[in-house]
């Protein structure tokens, strides 16, 4: 499961080739996974070209299935984010999500005193990594892209968008860039993506 949350959409081939076993070894896993609601197969890539035999079908993780990685209990959360809501208003919620956070922030300074050779973006992917978010950061066009592969509390986010928002928000102040955040685990994307353009030199007033 670790290994389809990570690379998201393998097929049978890619994770016999992990593990060392045979692709009707790795099916059987599968099958019960499938069984289970934790994977997903996943349609066709669009214009991949097509191969003599059995198609390679492709996995994904389910939310049930990332949902086994988190050690949240959803449903008490968002009865409690409810709460608030109803009792104090949206500027509460947006604000509990905003400190949720603040520990992120703390750690990111943290990493940047002690390990200045790191870059902004690199010392953020590695303070979420930290954090469950198994994130990586890769180059992207003209500047960076930062995934993380794994959400814990995507059932959270999907009910109160604000927590992707608030979360977008604290990477733009910690790296001082105007990112875009392409796709999120809460609305049914594989991965949360967020690109981080390159620092351009600034103009003088």
Known sequence: MRHIVEHNRVTAADLAAAFH????????H???LVDQGMVRQCPADAGAARQPGRPAHR??????GRETFAHAYDELAIDAVATLRRISGDDAVWAFFEQRFSDVEAR???????APELSQSAA?????????????LGPAGAGEQLCQ????????????PELCSAETAVFARLLQSHIQRLATIAHGDGVCTTNIPLAG????S
């Open 21 to 28: 076993l045979t692709p009707a070894a790795i099916r059987r």
């Open 30 to 32: 599968l099958t019960v």
């Open 59 to 64: 996995y994904a993780a389910t939310l049930r």
């Open 108 to 114: 990111f300074g943290q990493l940047r005193a002690t």
């Open 124 to 136: 953020l992917a590695q303070v979420l990594d930290e954090d469950g978010f198994m994130s990586s």
């Open 149 to 160: 592969h794994h959400c814990p509390y995507p059932a959270v986010a999907a009910r109160f």
């Open 201 to 204: 030199p600034r103009k003088e």
